[in-house]
């Protein structure tokens, strides 16, 4: 089976500064684990994914994600947090090469203070 | 080029009622992805069609849901009777190929029973 946890259902940050949002995950075998980013009335935007390589991987609008597969983290980050940043954040995991289901995490809330 | 469309973007309807749900993926994407997205938490997979045909409805409660493709472009999701706990935005994606990483959203359907 094959889950993921977001522990932080809000995180705040001040604009300008370092936000990171947290993700851990649970599969077999090798994982796939992507971000997608929603905004009011609008569908989820892919903006990340980590297949296979670097650990470090970059995105969209500035993001990044670093997998680590001895904690089984693939937490997200932006060296600058902008107000339009704003938005709930969701990772997810995909099971195996061949099944493109993604199973998603419950979402992070992210609020960057002006 | 134009995303992924889905109508209508709000519905209310009284529980035991019927409602469609409506999707064009983007043009000649073979893979389509209905989610269910209930308020604080993450999509949950219905249902995957690859052209026409059904690759994974193992999440699709077969006892009121139906989804069909028949064409292997557009695609209708219906549940008949609605159940209060249905309850939900209901997302459209699709993906090039049943490989492709990335998937691309529609803006969802707002579903609310009362």
């Known amino acids: 089976a094959q889950s993921v946890a977001q522990p932080e259902d809000q995180v705040n940050v001040a604009e300008g500064n370092p936000l990171t949002v947290k993700c851990t995950y649970s599969?077999?075998?090798?994982?796939?684990l992507f971000w997608y980013v929603q905004y009011p009335n609008r569908g989820l935007q892919f903006l990340l994914k980590y297949i296979t390589g670097d650990n470090l991987v970059k995105g969209s609008y500035g993001f990044e994600a670093e997998f680590n597969k001895s904690q089984t983290s693939f937490h997200l980050k932006k060296p600058s947090a902008l107000v339009s940043d704003s938005a709930l954040y969701f990772c997810?995991?995909?099971?195996?090469?061949?099944?493109?289901?993604?199973?998603f995490g419950t979402g992070t809330r992210l609020t960057v203070i002006p | 080029e134009a995303g992924v469309a889905q109508s209508p973007r709000y519905k209310i309807i009284e529980k035991r009622q019927s409602v469609a749900f409506w999707c064009n993926p983007i043009s000649g994407h073979a893979t389509l992805y209905w989610y269910q997205q209930i308020l604080g938490q993450g999509p949950k997979l219905l249902i995957q069609f690859q052209n026409n045909g059904v690759v994974d409805d193992s999440q699709l409660p077969k006892d009121r849901f139906s989804a069909e493709r028949l064409k292997g472009v557009d695609s209708t999701l219906k549940i008949q009777p609605a159940k209060l706990e249905d309850s939900a935005v209901y997302l459209c994606a699709s993906t090039p190929t049943i490989d492709s990483y990335e998937q691309y959203f529609g803006p969802g359907t707002r579903l609310t029973v009362t």
């Open positions: 599969v077999s075998g090798n994982p796939y």
């Open positions: 997810a995991v995909r099971n195996r090469a061949g099944a493109n289901n993604l199973f």
